[in-house]
């Protein structure tokens, strides 16, 4: 076990104007699970790269430990499976085919590199096979088909796979494979970045359980249940500050609860402290003025006495007036990192009919190939179905079909006449640009499109950046403030919470819970599903 230091951390883009971190200081030991936890556009992401070196900063980062960081791009996704996730655990392709040439020119004599005599040739040759063979049976190179297939056991994935082109994977196992080559690495610390965006509920599980059996990895995840299960320590950015817990997600949030709650009590006391001592300090302050000016004029007797009260209510006026400040100081070291949380709105239109879609024995194709076979369910309003399956099970395909997008299927379908649909999607590869042409385009009031996006924690810098600029998170946040500033009968919504942070969550969630609005949706954050959800259709049946 050894650590890593983070000392007095400031840093910031280029283009930006404020410091994403500023004299940031803590230390993590290496054999933690650690959840990183924080707001969309806080700075996960970019803490994970100054940990890879790949920005300029000011203040030290200290480890004895090599990062690494998933997801990481494979060059060559042609090439087969195998060798691909080999050569991500080290470089062996290379190691055998040097330690290949070495034993050939042992073997036959031949020239081997620019050395003086044949023998001496011989000996150099044996000598760097020696050193590739140490390194190669330290890194597990006689064992390592062996122990690459123990890790994809563990993980539940078809060995199968290893055997194709990286390319034919679906999105699913190539997370599972990218980050069994990681964990068979020597001396690395993995950052893990959203692991869970490709896998359904299923999947988060299986994965769930082999984090459990593994350390020494920061996960960036907003997935409450998952954070659960995989994680001992929490290291979260706050509006303030970066804090280290040791537990889980929800024992960090319940000390965040309570610590929320104490500060706001404290604020709430000191408040009415303040205003005491101001009322007390006036009293003084009046009492002195009304002791001096009884030494002009009038009948005093003893001028020197009556200076000296004068004085002393002075110096008591003081002592209250510092008294005051100094609860005013003490003031503003709270609420800092409370999370200003509003309460958002959306724009639930009431439809004259109760049964708004159904569907009956529907089987959707791809070409030839059956991808929904024989769905049956009926949306009345008021209605939050949840559409739950394993990857590829076809679920956003039904989405789409209702949503109008021709696809070839067999059995019935219908949707009630004059039904308005708004509809988040999964991608958001495609936003880019200004957020009043993105709001001009959908026909969005931009005022109350904007308000949403402020209400889900955007800065109003953030609207004069090109949304291309914008973290994962809050190009879903621009979606979800379209979906809720428009109109809608129906909300379809497929993977709404990719990439959107917790808190987020759980005010989509109560807002959910306040409007009930009509839904079709798909999404695997199992919390969010319990909470919400009326109806299950499982496309797994």
């Known amino acids: 076990m050894s650590q890593i230091i983070i000392n007095n951390l400031t840093f910031s883009y280029d283009s930006a104007y404020d410091n994403i971190f500023e004299n940031v200081s803590f230390k993590i030991d290496t054999d933690w699970r650690l959840g990183f936890i924080g707001r969309n556009g806080r700075g996960k992401t970019t803490f994970l790269n100054l940990l890879l070196g790949k920005y300029e900063y000011k203040g030290n980062i200290t480890a004895s430990v090599n990062f690494d960081y998933f997801p990481f791009e494979i060059e060559d996704k042609k090439a087969k499976t195998k060798e691909i ?19 050939n020119l042992t073997a036959s004599g031949a020239e081997y590199g620019p050395y003086k005599s044949k023998s001496e040739e011989i000996n150099q040759a044996m000598e760097r096979f020696g050193v590739l063979q140490e390194l190669y049976q330290n890194h597990d190179g006689y064992i390592i088909e062996e122990r690459i297939e123990k890790e994809l ?66 996960l960036v995840s907003h997935d409450r249940v ?121 724009n639930v239109l009431p439809f004259p009919k109760k049964r708004i879609i159904e569907v009956e024995n529907l089987s959707l ?16 309003s008021g209605d939050r179905i949840v559409l739950s399956g394993s990857n590829g099970s076809g679920k956003s395909s039904i989405l789409k079909l209702l949503l109008g997008e021709r696809i070839r299927y067999t059995g019935e379908y219908y949707v009630a006449s004059g039904l308005k649909i708004s509809y988040v999607s999964q991608d958001t590869s495609y936003l880019r640009g200004r957020l009043e042409d993105f709001a001009g385009y959908y026909g969005l009031d931009e005022t109350i499109f904007k308000t949403v996006l402020r209400q889900l924690d955007f800065s109003r810098k953030q609207f004069e950046k090109d949304i291309g600029q914008f973290s994962g ?11 809720l500033a428009e109109p809608a009968h129906v909300f379809i919504w497929d993977e709404p919470l990719n990439f959107v942070d917790v808190f987020s969550r759980v005010q989509i969630e109560d807002l959910i819970l306040r409007y009930q609005p009509t839904m079709i949706f798909v999404e695997h954050d ?16």
């Open 85 to 103: 996730i080999k050569n991500v655990i080290a470089p062996f392709t290379e190691w055998e085919e040097e330690m290949e040439q070495c034993l």
């Open 473 to 483: 998170g809050q190009k879903k946040k621009v979606l979800l403030a379209k979906s």
């Open 365 to 380: 194709y791809y070409g030839d190939r059956e991808v929904v076979s024989n769905v049956n369910f009926t949306l009345m």
């Open 526 to 541: 199992l919390a969010f599903r319990e909470k919400i959800t009326t109806k299950q259709v499982d496309l797994n049946k």
């Open 153 to 218: 056991r563990k993980l539940e994935v078809d060995l199968s796979v290893l055997e194709r082109p990286f390319d034919t994977l679906s999105f699913g196992e190539r997370t599972k494979l990218m980050l069994a080559a990681l964990f068979l690495k020597k001396n690395n610390f993995l950052l893990i970045d959203e692991p869970t965006n490709h896998l359904d509920s299923e999947g988060r599980g299986i994965l769930a359980n082999y984090l459990q059996g593994k350390s020494g990895f920061i």
């Open 226 to 346: 998952f954070l659960d299960q995989c994680i001992d320590h929490v290291l979260s950015i706050n509006r303030a500050n970066i804090e280290v817990q040791q537990g889980n997600y929800s024992s960090w949030k319940q000390n965040k609860n309570w610590q929320d709650q104490f500060e706001l009590d404290k604020n709430e006391q000191l408040k009415k402290d303040i205003n005491i001592l101001a009322g007390a300090a006036r009293r003084a302050m009046g009492w002195s003025d009304k002791v001096e000016a009884s030494k002009i004029g009038g009948h005093v007797y003893d001028r020197g006495a009556v200076g000296h009260k004068a004085a002393k209510m002075m110096k008591r006026a003081k002592a209250i007036e510092n008294r005051k400040l100094q609860a005013i100081e003490e003031k503003k070291a709270l609420l800092q990192n409370i999370e200003q949380v509003d309460d958002l709105k959306m």
